[in-house]
């Protein structure tokens, strides 16, 4: 069964602490994985998509990376503005709007 | 640029009564998704549609109906709303390779 798992639930950072945010997916077929930043009462907000192993993204204090069973979100020197709710997606062979998401992991960065 | 917009964004309704979500889309793209976001849950997948006139079931489809008869709008029908159906519901549209982009959501109350 295609799943995504990530972990942890919820982390808890001082302002400038780096750390990473972990998504494992055991998704056959897997086309595409997806980052996305929600906050409270909005919508996701897209962050990055990563195609293949060994792939690499930036945006900003954000780096995203894939191996052939996990993605990482790396956050380098968090902000407050940093604080939301990460999500990450698989999408499959048949069309990139069916994901399958993981529950996500709270981010709270304290100054 | 108004992207993907739901509109209510906040309804309640009593047990029985049916509704209609509805979804437009701006960016002319092909697919559209319905997916429920419920506490401790990722994003779970209703209906999506990749095309006009084409739609079809995802993971969790009982209770709830959907058309596409332009590429702009997909709204999502609760036939007879039930307490289980009390969640927030996210509209989604990707071209047919890349990113999906979420509505606002819409929340929704069933007593």
């Known amino acids: 069964e295609d799943q995504v798992t990530q972990s942890p639930e919820a982390l808890r950072l001082q302002e400038g602490e780096s750390s990473s945010l972990n998504c494992s997916y055991t998704v056959s077929g897997l086309r595409g994985l997806f980052w996305y930043r929600q906050d409270p009462g909005k919508g996701p907000e897209f962050l990055f998509t990563?195609?293949?192993a060994g792939e690499e993204k930036e945006k900003e204090r954000l780096k995203a990376t894939l191996t052939k069973k996990e993605s990482f979100l790396h956050i380098t020197a968090p902000k407050p503005e940093d604080s939301a709710t990460y999500l990450c997606?698989?999408?499959?062979?048949?069309?990139?709007?069916?994901?399958?998401f993981g529950a996500g992991t709270r981010l709270a960065v304290h100054p | 640029n108004a992207g993907v917009t739901q509109t209510p964004k906040f309804q309640v309704l009593k047990t029985g009564q049916s509704m209609t979500l509805q979804c437009a889309q701006d960016m002319n793209h092909e697919y559209m998704s319905w997916y429920r976001q419920d506490p401790g849950m990722g994003l779970r997948l209703i209906h999506y549609?990749?095309?006009?006139?084409?739609?079809d079931q995802g993971e969790v489809p009982n209770g709830y109906n959907v058309s596409r008869s332009t590429t702009e709008d997909f709204p999502l029908r609760l036939l007879s709303a039930a307490p289980s159906q009390t969640s927030v519901y996210f509209c989604a549209s990707s071209p047919k390779t890349g990113s999906a982009f979420f509505g606002q959501g819409t929340r929704l109350t069933v007593v």
């Open positions: 990563l195609y293949s």
């Open positions: 549609s990749v095309g006009a006139g084409i739609t």
């Open positions: 997606a698989g999408g499959f062979s048949g069309g990139y709007n069916k994901l399958i």
